[in-house]
């Protein structure tokens, strides 16, 4: 089942938000497992939004890709670790 994580990213900067998709994002593309994409700023930040074939490629991401690359790009990237939301897909429509 499709798995939807919503980052939340207090503070955070479209350079920021830049710098972190280069890192753990391959070039032109998505991570594997990764569906779609978006992202875009908000009241307080930055905001992201992915979708992924499973829990399992999610929790590889975040775990052995995301996470690592947050702490290594230090003010380059995100501050620090977002708030999360994350769902199972029930339903997904398009225009």
């Known amino acids: 089942m ?3 994580i919503v980052h939340t990213y207090a503070g955070g900067t479209k350079d920021q938000y830049d710098a972190t998709v ?3 994002h391959p070039p032109g ?3 594997a497992g990764q569906t779609h994409h978006f992202a875009g700023p908000s009241e307080d930040g930055w905001q992201v939004v992915a979708v992924w074939d499973s829990q399992e490629s999610l929790d590889a991401f975040m ?3 995301l ?3 947050l702490e290594e790009l230090g ?3 995100f501050p620090a670790p977002p ?3 994350i769902f199972e897909v029930d339903t997904a ?3």
């Open 29 to 31: 593309g998505l991570p």
């Open 75 to 77: 003010e380059a990237g």
């Open 83 to 85: 708030e999360q939301v």
């Open 67 to 69: 996470m690592p690359a």
């Open 63 to 65: 775990g052995e890709t």
């Open 2 to 4: 499709a798995i939807a």
């Open 93 to 95: 429509r398009f225009a």
């Open 22 to 24: 280069a890192a753990v």
